[in-house]
Nanobody, 124 residues
Framework: VQLQASGGGLVQAGGSLRLSCAAS????????MGWFRQAPGKEREFVAG????????LYSNSVKGRFTISRDNGKIAVYMQMNSLKPEDTAVYYC??????????????????WGQGTQVTVSS
């Protein structure tokens, strides 16, 4: 499975960005996808996940109410609309796919495939 993320950039605090991630390869066994982020000097953390079939989503407390993850029904792709961005949202954002037949909503340990990362910088 290959993941290609895009959409990062520089934005002022309070602004918005939309990230996209397309998957290719043997995706038939994927139950969903997710987003992670890693800020300088910090560990990578789970941000959001979505289940393909049910549309169920999961968010970290730090982004709940500001970020929205969604899926593309026509393609194997996910998006993340990020609103009310804060300087502490600055990080490299990675899209990720779980191991075959594993839910993307059961924690970071189930993720196996990673995109290349896209930088999001929020200025104060």
């Amino acid at each position: 499975v290959q993941l290609q993320a895009s959409g990062g950039g520089l934005v002022q605090a309070g602004g918005s960005l939309r990230l996209s991630c397309a998957a290719s390869g043997p995706t038939r066994t994927m139950l969903g996808m997710g987003w992670f982020r890693q800020a300088p000097g910090k560990e990578r953390e789970f941000v959001a996940g979505i289940n393909w079939s049910s549309g169920t989503t999961l968010y970290s407390n730090s982004v709940k109410g500001r970020f929205t993850i969604s899926r593309d029904n026509g393609k194997i792709a996910v998006y993340m609309q990020m609103n009310s961005l804060k300087p502490e949202d600055t990080a490299v954002y990675y899209c990720a796919a779980p191991r075959p037949y594993m839910s993307p909503l059961n924690g970071p340990g189930g993720f196996q495939y990673w995109g290349q990362g896209t930088q999001v910088t929020v200025s104060s």
